[in-house]
């Protein structure tokens, strides 16, 4: 039977592909530009979760100082490697790290704290969020921002597409393509928790099998007001829709 990794493991196709498949996801149009007018101009921003550099990245071509952190070091190979080939002027306003967004303490605080992407609900809604959103509050001074990505509860309970179908199909740079199949999904709704598996194939330009890789996808959904409340951060405005699958949330330091 296939070994089903964990999404962003090493070697797995959701690390090496993940510029390839949020390039075409219409559902993150216009987050980039949200996080960036949160921020004063020139500042500094915590990215936990930071992946393979596509927030941290743009926000360093608008000027930001950028300090990326993430658990995969898979994702923070491919953020260096785009900060490597970044002009100077941009790599230097970039600093990637790799860490527990969950425990973090840089000792330092930020004018923006961003989680982006669905970052927070790779981790279950309960002690971990509380931990995370303590994070955030901990690289803030008061008034500072934080905005956090978290996937709407009525996407989550949407079937999947059948596990045959193509959920995605895309061409690549050296003539193959990119196929994900959504294999398995499960939404328990009494705990918050999405469990998919979703297998990436990558094919040859003759169509050839030529990397297959189930990986695990796990979400957690609920309202993070609480856990935010309990950081000492409080609304800052209505969370901005982004798409038809998630929503953005922005508090403030007390
Ligand atoms: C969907 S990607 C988002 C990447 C990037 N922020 C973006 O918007 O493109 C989620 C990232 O969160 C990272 N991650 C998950 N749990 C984490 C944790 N506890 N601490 C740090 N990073 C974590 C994963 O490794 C992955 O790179």
New binding site residues.
């Given amino acids: 039977m296939t070994r089903v990794r964990p999404y ?1 493991a090493d070697q797995s196709l959701s690390a090496a592909f993940y510029d390839v498949v ?1 390039a075409a996801d219409a559902q993150l149009t216009g987050d980039i530009a949200l996080y960036a007018g949160l921020g004063p101009a020139g500042g500094s921003v915590l ?6 550099g ?2 941290a990245i743009a926000l360093a071509e608008r000027g930001f100082r950028v300090t990326g ?4 070091a898979a ?1 923070l190979v491919r953020a260096r490697a785009r900060q490597a080939a970044a002009s100077a002027e941009i790599a230097e306003r970039l600093e990637f790290r790799q ?4 425990s973090l303490d840089l000792k330092r605080t930020f004018d923006l704290a961003i989680c ?4 927070l609900a ?2 279950p809604a309960g002690a971990a969020w509380r931990n995370t959103f303590a994070v955030m509050a901990r690289h803030l001074d008061a008034g500072g921002i934080t905005a956090v990505h978290l996937p709407l509860v009525e996407a989550m309970r949407l079937p999947g597409p059948p596990p045959e179908a193509l959920a995605f199909d895309r061409p690549l740079p050296g003539g193959g393509r990119l196929q994900l199949h959504v294999r398995e999904r499960r939404f328990r709704e009494a705990i918050g928790r999405l469990d998919q598996v979703i297998e990436y194939v990558e094919r040859d330009a003759a169509g050839g099998v030529v990397r297959r890789s189930p990986e695990r996808l796990t979400y957690y959904v609920a309202d993070p007001t609480p856990f935010a409340a309990a950081a000492g951060l409080e609304a800052a405005q209505t969370p901005v829709r982004l798409g038809d699958v998630g929503e953005i949330w922005v508090f403030r330091k007390a």
Avoid at 116 to 119: A, N, P, V
Wanted: glycine share 12%; charged share 15%; aromatic share 12%.
């Fill in positions: 962003y949020t990215e936990l979760g930071a992946g393979a596509r927030v952190v993430d658990l995969s994702m860490g527990d967004m969950t982006t992407y669905f970052t790779h981790v």
